[in-house]
């Protein structure tokens, strides 16, 4: 699968069943390793801008594209390049805003958490660690925390849209949306090991209900005041 490709086919499904606003929270494009920078330095790669770009031109042109971004600059060019892209093929857009909540700001340690990283051998299992509340929460703050800040984010912007057909793309980084879809849409890394570049959580409302779907699963009613899927 391409990167990016699932995103847009979700966005197109979400809007086909006449949603006005959609918040988008995803994964910025495909980035370097250089190993001489801070990992938060390392930029995209000319594929990533070029994925960037074609997913924006992909998006529906009837939506407006509102880009906010975490403080990175891979993340905001990312948004910017996706903005670009349907600004191109005749689509309407603001300009990218930088948010902080959309940053690694669960991360209170980074040194620490990249020598837990390197204990655990992976992201991955040192984010099951976490989840698992097996992580000092002087290197990392509750998952539970985090994903109730990122939560109300979501829900602020869901609910301070027009009522023109919008699209808030929400660009953070793979740490972000491995907390969500654990902490909200309890899809783990044991069903869905990997979040690939440019996927992401599609939130919606319905009803005065709020929804979110990633490409794994259908929708699911939440509650974003507090981290836990409704049953």
């Known amino acids: 699968m391409i990167p990016g490709n699932s995103t847009i086919e ?15 929270l995803m994964r910025h494009s495909a980035r370097e390793y250089a190993p001489d920078k801070h990992d938060l330095l390392n930029p995209l790669t000319d594929e990533g801008r070029t994925l960037a770009k074609k997913l924006g031109a992909a998006l529906p042109k009837h939506l407006k594209v509102r880009g906010y971004s975490s403080p990175p600059e891979r993340c905001i060019e990312t948004s910017e390049l996706i903005i670009e892209g349907h600004k191109s093929e005749g689509g309407e857009c603001t300009r990218t805003r930088v948010i902080e909540a959309l940053g690694v700001f669960y991360v209170l340690d980074q040194m620490k958490m990249y020598m837990a990283m390197q204990e655990c051998e992976g992201m ?13 929460e002087d290197i990392m703050m509750s998952p539970d925390i985090a994903s109730r800040i990122l939560g109300r984010l979501v829900r602020q912007k869901l609910l301070s849209g027009s009522d023109d057909p ?3 793309i929400l660009v953070s980084h793979d740490f972000t949306l491995y907390t969500i879809k654990n902490r909200l849409l309890n899809q783990t890394t044991d069903k869905y090991p990997s979040v690939e570049y440019l996927d992401g959580i599609a939130f919606f409302l319905r009803d005065e209900k709020i929804f979110a779907q990633s490409h794994h699963e259908g929708e699911q009613e939440i509650d974003l005041e507090i981290p836990y899927l409704i049953t």
């Open 124 to 136: 991955v299992p040192l984010l099951n660690k976490w989840f698992d509340g097996e992580v000092p």
């Open 166 to 168: 919008q699209l808030d």
């Open 10 to 24: 979700l966005v197109k499904e979400i809007s086909e069943k006449g949603t006005n606003h959609i918040v988008l």
